[in-house]
């Protein structure tokens, strides 16, 4: 049985530092959710309040309508799966799974039947008699991952499950986590500091920065219409650029180019903002109204090539453009660029906000408490 998880005004202190002030944040039953930020946001502190590792000094954790602040981590049917596997190295791979089952003292039958089962949905069957030292770290965390999901959790906590492996190794295995995780519907928290991680894996996503929320979404949304300039530039690369929206919805670009924004949440704003302008919503021109800028260096990535560049002013951009048999742009070249309008975002002057239209942002509220 899978649940959903209501937290209300958390809070987290050790000692007078206050980690976690005051978060609430709803889980839906059933979803893959990710914790992500970077280190030191709080997300792994949160998880450990989840599970009951941590002590929560204000606010109320629900798993549907019971409050489990005060439950023994035992008691609370979770489970979880570390970033170091944490699986018994002295028990082989059959019995590491079969552990949690014994100590809730399920009779040997349901043990082997559902052991088996896991051991076959993880693809480590025949694996079943090595120790662990015997196995790749892949094959440890799937073993992790048995072990913690053959006991039938109402929820998995998983803490940066995937940072000990290689690279490839990583792209594997979260595709393997979400599609486990998918058939068997369970409700998933997982914590990471990997953007492209949690855009892989997550049906939403809450960007943390100290101890606070500052967006939860989907991974498209967030990467398309992030709620502020924190979330632009943790999620994905960008270009952050000056800019000035002026009367009647027009937008200057850099003291260069000037385009009319349709869609303004607010269409009384003017003055100073700041642009996010993804590396792939540049577009290099012939026609000279655009942005000035100068290039200073390529990389050839193959499908793609990357350009580095800088305007008049010295603000240093990096441009994405789809490679090309011939017209390669040398460096020190004299080039245009305008934007894909619809796809940039317009923030206010401090970056808290942003003002175009689109921003679907899930966070819990007093508002829409009521």
């Known amino acids: 049985m899978s649940v959903n998880i209501k937290i209300r005004n958390a809070q987290k202190r050790y000692g007078d530092n206050i980690i976690i002030k005051d978060l609430s944040l709803d889980i839906r039953e059933g ?17 450990r309040m989840i599970a009951g590792f941590n002590s929560i000094e204000g606010g109320d954790f629900f798993f549907k309508d019971k409050r489990i602040n005060d439950l023994d981590p035992a008691k609370r049917n979770i489970g979880m799966v570390f970033q170091n596997y944490a699986i018994f190295p002295h028990l082989s791979v059959e019995k590491n799974v079969q552990f949690g089952l014994k100590t809730r003292k399920v009779d040997k039958a349901t043990i082997d039947v559902e052991t088996d089962k896991f051991l076959k949905i993880m693809q480590i069957h025949e694996y079943k008699n090595r120790m662990p030292e015997q196995l790749s770290g892949g094959q440890q965390q799937r073993v992790a991952l048995a072990r913690a999901l053959v006991i ?30 998918h058939s068997i519907g369970i409700t998933t928290v997982y914590v990471t500091h990997d953007q492209e991680e949690a855009m892989a894996v997550s049906d939403r996503i809450a960007v943390m920065k100290g101890g606070n929320i500052q ?15 924190f979330v632009a530039t943790f999620i994905g ?52 109204d655009g942005i000035k800028v100068f290039v200073d260096d390529s990389v050839f990535l193959g499908l793609n090539t990357h350009y580095f560049v ?48 689109g921003v679907n942002n899930d966070m819990v509220s007093e508002e829409n408490e009521n």
């Open 31 to 47: 979803e893959f959710f990710t914790l992500l930020g970077p280190s030191g946001c709080g997300k792994t502190t949160l998880l």
């Open 152 to 181: 039938k959790p109402d929820v998995l906590l998983m803490d940066e499950p995937l940072s000990n492996l290689d690279a490839k190794l990583r792209v594997d295995m979260r595709t393997a986590i979400k599609e486990i995780q």
């Open 215 to 229: 967006h939860v979404g989907t991974p498209k949304n967030i990467y398309q219409r992030p709620a502020n300039l």
């Open 237 to 288: 690369r960008t270009n952050i650029v000056e800019g000035t929206m002026k009367e009647n919805h027009i937008l200057n670009i850099a003291n260069q180019y000037n385009i009319k924004i349709d869609n303004l949440k607010d269409t009384s704003v003017t003055g100073p903002v700041k642009i996010s302008i993804r590396p792939e919503e540049f577009i290099i021109t012939n026609e000279t």
């Open 310 to 357: 800088h305007t008049e002013n010295g603000t240093k951009l990096e441009i994405i453009q789809e490679s090309e048999i011939e017209n390669d742009i040398q460096k020190g070249s004299e080039i245009y660029l305008k934007v894909k309008k619809e796809k940039i975002n317009i923030f206010t002057e401090d970056g808290s906000s942003n003002i175009l239209l």
